[in-house]
């Protein structure tokens, strides 16, 4: 499986934008996949993520309320809807995928990444 994030702008805060990533491979169906951001300076920290059928997902508290990721299986595609986006948020997103499991775990079980993609927000 390959990975393909996209989406990504300069937003001002309060604003929205939806991030998107496609997957090659017959076998996305069946994967946990996440989406984890990196800041400058910082490291890698888990936003959020969504079981095999999308029945389950799990949010970082910074993004309940706010972020929704969703996935469709039918065309490959996982993908993260932010809302009332703040300064904070700036960061690469990455999408993930843990081909060992159905449901997340943890972001070191994630194996497999996609490239980033660049969210901005202005104050």
């Known amino acids: 499986v390959q990975l393909q994030a996209s989406g990504g702008g300069l937003v001002q805060a309060g604003g929205s934008l939806r991030l998107s990533c496609t997957a090659s491979?017959?076998?996305?169906?069946?994967?946990?996949m996440g989406w984890f951001r990196q800041a400058p300076g910082k490291e890698r920290e888990f936003v959020a993520a969504?079981?095999?059928?999308?029945?389950?997902?799990d949010y970082v508290d910074s993004a309940k309320g706010r972020f929704t990721i969703s996935r469709d299986n039918a065309k490959n595609t996982v993908d993260l809807q932010m809302n009332s986006l703040k300064p904070e948020d700036t960061a690469v997103y990455y999408c993930?995928?843990?081909?060992?499991?159905?449901?997340?775990?943890?972001?070191?079980?994630?194996?497999?990444w996609g490239s980033g993609t660049l969210v901005t927000v202005s104050s």
């Open positions: 491979g017959r076998t996305f169906s069946r994967y946990a």
């Open positions: 993930a995928a843990d081909p060992q499991r159905s449901y997340y775990h943890s972001l070191s079980g994630m194996s497999i």
């Open positions: 969504i079981s095999w059928s999308g029945g389950t997902t």
